[in-house]
């Protein structure tokens, strides 16, 4: 007689005819390596992507260096090109540009002026538009996720080191600026544009931390449009240019008077409200109205990049 064959074991576990129930694994932790869930020993996904590692990675990358290489340097050429241009300014003309060479804070303040609604918008648009972006052009953004790194956490240490990068590159091009105006023209008291009138330049010091601050605040939007286009598409350019090209519509819009008091709901409507921090009697309501509306749009457009790349699936 042939001996009788064991029954294979149903979906459940369980063996028919009285059979013995197949084994049920236990939470604990694997003689092979690993727990239960399949985690490596030693893996805490709090300790995955190191901001020191990121830092590194994107201080490496050659658009940085070249990026921070035309901020250091734009001052420079300021100066030059102020000092081969006609001696003296037009009589009686106030105008920023004309009181450029009044002293350190007039050329800063010039500097940044001129520099703020393009070559900042393309610095903050590069780090943020290109840090998630270009990880999938490369097909890298799979292995990263695959490390595992959670996509949250790969996320936010991106934000973070982008926003870092662009507070660095808002706050570098000012204080270059005013080392090259005040080694060009001399530290002297500011001449504030429109008026005339002279203030201490010990008085405006701390007026100047205040519009670095709001300029790096007025960046946000930019920023935040960046990255939420970064997560969505593996064109690096694509993102930045969208980014920007926001600015410039933006911009566009702004000068339609028919629109009204709607202009004041623009990204960049309040972009240039830092000037009235200089004024004898600064007045900051044009800053908190520009702060309420970059911060809102900005807290927006980051819960939608964390929403649309949670639920992306990522080929790349």
């Known amino acids: 007689m042939s001996p009788a064959k064991r029954p294979a074991p149903d979906l459940t576990g369980q063996v028919p005819d009285g059979g013995r129930p197949a084994p049920v694994a236990q939470d604990g932790p ?47 050429v300021l100066v030059v090109a102020f000092q081969f241009g006609p001696a003296g300014r037009g009589q009686g003309s106030l105008r920023l540009s004309d009181l450029a060479t009044a002293g350190g804070l007039n050329f800063a303040a010039f500097a940044l002026s001129v520099s703020a609604n393009f070559l900042l918008v393309v610095a903050v648009a590069l780090f943020c538009g290109d840090t998630v972006a270009s990880e999938a052009s490369w097909s890298s953004l799979r292995y990263l996720l695959a490390a595992p790194v959670p996509r949250d956490r790969l996320l936010r240490q991106k934000l973070v080191v982008a926003l870092a990068y662009s507070a660095a590159a808002v706050t570098v091009l000012p204080l270059m600026a005013l080392l090259a105006g005040t080694l060009a023209f001399g530290w002297n008291d500011i001449t504030v544009p429109g008026t005339g009138e002279v203030i201490p330049a010990a008085d405006v010091l701390p007026k100047f931390a205040v519009v670095i601050g709001y300029a790096l605040v007025s960046q946000l939007v930019v920023a935040s449009v960046a990255f939420l286009l970064s997560v969505g598409t593996d064109s690096p350019l694509g993102a930045v240019g969208g980014a920007v090209g926001l600015v410039i519509v933006s911009s566009i819009l702004q000068a339609v008077e028919a629109l009204g008091s709607l202009r004041e709901f623009l990204p960049t409507f309040w972009n240039a409200a830092w000037l009235d921090a200089l004024a004898p009697e600064p007045d900051y309501s044009g800053m908190v109205k520009g702060v309420a509306v970059s911060v809102t749009y900005s807290v927006v457009l980051v819960a939608l990049a964390f929403r649309r790349f949670r639920r992306r699936d990522v080929v790349s």
């Open 30 to 76: 694997d003689t092979r390596g690993g727990d239960a869930r399949g985690q490596a020993p030693g893996y805490a996904p709090g300790r995955t992507l190191p901001l020191r590692v990121e830092f590194v990675r994107q201080l490496r990358r050659r658009r940085t260096m070249a990026m921070f290489g035309v901020l250091l340097a734009l001052p420079w």
